[in-house]
T-cell receptor
Framework: EAGVAQSPRYKIIEKRQSVAFWCNPISGHATLYWYQQILGQGPKLLIQFQNNGVVDDSQLPKDRFSAERLKGVDSTLKIQPAKLEDSAVYLC???????????FGEGSRLTVL | EDKVVQSPLSLVVHEGDTVTLNCSYEVTNFRSLLWYKQEKKAPTFLFMLTSSGIEKKSGRLSSILDKKELFSILNITATQTGDSAVYLCAVAPPPGAGGTSYGKLTFGQGTILTVHP
């Protein structure tokens, strides 16, 4: 079974630039999550989708972050404009509806200079 | 605000030592506590604990939950260099309508374990 795919694995940008990350969850998984993991901290949930609808985006900084999951499969997370404090690993995870186990991708590491 | 605190933040041991990692939590809604191992990639699942006092074991790793005192421990016996990683503890709330809350994990900051040969 293919795992959660994310790209790019690494991205370096200057502050005020924009960046987009892509996630392809495990086939058939209805629920998709984006987590932000700042160095030295645990992951923090940014947004949760179920199919193509947003379930929870209460911790997403909506002035600069946006995310979508068109057709209920792939998802993109965008940051525009980026700030220094956005430097982090962005982890995508997916799960099957009503099953507890969360499967994580390898993450996209963002460095903002 | 939900809070999960892990201790120690980092630990350096030699192969063969036994280590105990701690996780305490203070959350509004609790369903289960999960432990993950994170090397330089995606967190990988170790244990899920839902009931107090029932030890879960997998090889040299074991974990137990105390829902009265709101903490969990993860033990690793006879450590090996391959155990070097960040160990994350996370709390999961009860599922919402249609099971929508399963993945809304609140993580601790992690314990960095380094095992020297």
């Amino acid at each position: 079974e293919a795992g959660v795919a994310q790209s790019p694995r690494y991205k370096i940008i200057e502050k005020r630039q924009s960046v987009a990350f892509w996630c392809n969850p495990i086939s058939g998984h209805a629920t998709l999550y984006w987590y932000q993991q700042i160095l030295g901290q645990g992951p923090k949930l940014l947004i949760q989708f179920q199919n193509n609808g947003v379930v929870d985006d209460s911790q997403l900084p909506k002035d600069r972050f946006s995310a979508e999951r068109l057709k209920g499969v792939d998802s993109t997370l965008k940051i525009q404009p980026a700030k220094l404090e956005d430097s982090a690993v962005y982890l995508c995870a997916s799960s099957s509806l009503r099953l507890w186990e969360l499967f994580f991708g390898e993450g996209s590491r963002l460095t903002v200079l | 605000e939900d809070k999960v605190v892990q201790s120690p933040l980092s630990l350096v041991v030699h192969e063969g030592d036994t280590v105990t990692l701690n996780c305490s939590y203070e959350v509004t809604n609790f369903r289960s506590l999960l432990w993950y191992k994170q090397e330089k990639k995606a967190p990988t699942f170790l244990f899920m604990l839902t009931s107090s006092g029932i030890e879960k074991k997998s090889g040299r790793l074991s974990s137990i939950l105390d829902k009265k005192e709101l903490f969990s421990i993860l033990n690793i016996t006879a450590t090996q260099t391959g155990d070097s990683a960040v160990y994350l503890c996370a709390v999961a709330p009860p599922p919402g309508a249609g099971g929508t809350s399963y993945g809304k994990l609140t993580f601790g900051q992690g314990t960095i374990l380094t095992v020297h040969p």
